[in-house]
Nanobody, 125 residues
Framework: QLQLVESGGGLVQPGGSLRLSCAAS????????IGWFRQAPGKEREGVSC????????YYADSVKGRFTISRDNAKNTVYLQMNSLKPEDTAVYYC??????????????????WGQGTQVTVSS
C-alpha cells in the first residue's frame, strides 16, 4: 500500500516562501505521477501542480504559475513544492497524491488513487 506523508506547511507572511515535501513509501508499481492539491475552507479541492514519474512533464495551475515549482527526487522517493511570493489566497490545506501513470500527470482530483493527510499553509500578516 502506497503511503504519502506531507510536511513543510506553516504560517508565513505575504511574499514569503515555503517548501512542501511529499515522502512516498510502500511502492507496488514502478512509476507514479505525483500531484499537489489544495483545499481552502468552503471550497473544493483544486489541482495546484503535478509531475510525471520521470519528472519530465509538469503542470501548474494559472494561479501559481511563475511562483511555485514542483520537483522530484526519485532516489529519495520525495516530491517537493517550492512556493514563493505567497499570497493570502494561497492559504489552504495542501495534499499530495499519487497516480499510477508513467508519462504524464493530471490535475484532476478523481484520477488519483492515493492521498496524504495534508499540511496546513497559512499566509497572513
Amino acid at each position: 500500500q502506497l503511503q504519502l506523508v506531507e510536511s513543510g506547511g506553516g504560517l508565513v507572511q505575504p511574499g514569503g516562501s515555503l517548501r512542501l515535501s511529499c515522502a512516498a513509501s510502500g511502492f507496488t508499481e514502478d512509476y507514479y505521477a505525483i500531484g499537489w492539491f489544495r483545499q481552502a475552507p468552503g471550497k473544493e479541492r483544486e489541482g495546484v501542480s503535478c509531475v510525471s514519474s520521470s519528472g519530465g512533464r509538469v503542470y501548474y495551475a494559472d494561479s501559481v504559475k511563475g511562483r511555485f515549482t514542483i520537483s522530484r527526487d526519485n532516489a529519495k522517493n520525495t516530491v517537493y513544492l517550492q512556493m514563493n511570493s505567497l499570497k493570502p489566497e494561497d492559504t489552504a490545506v495542501y495534499y499530495c497524491a499519487a497516480d499510477n501513470r508513467r508519462y504524464s500527470c493530471s490535475a484532476y482530483v478523481g484520477e488519483y488513487d492515493y492521498w496524504g493527510q495534508g499540511t496546513q499553509v497559512t499566509v497572513s500578516s
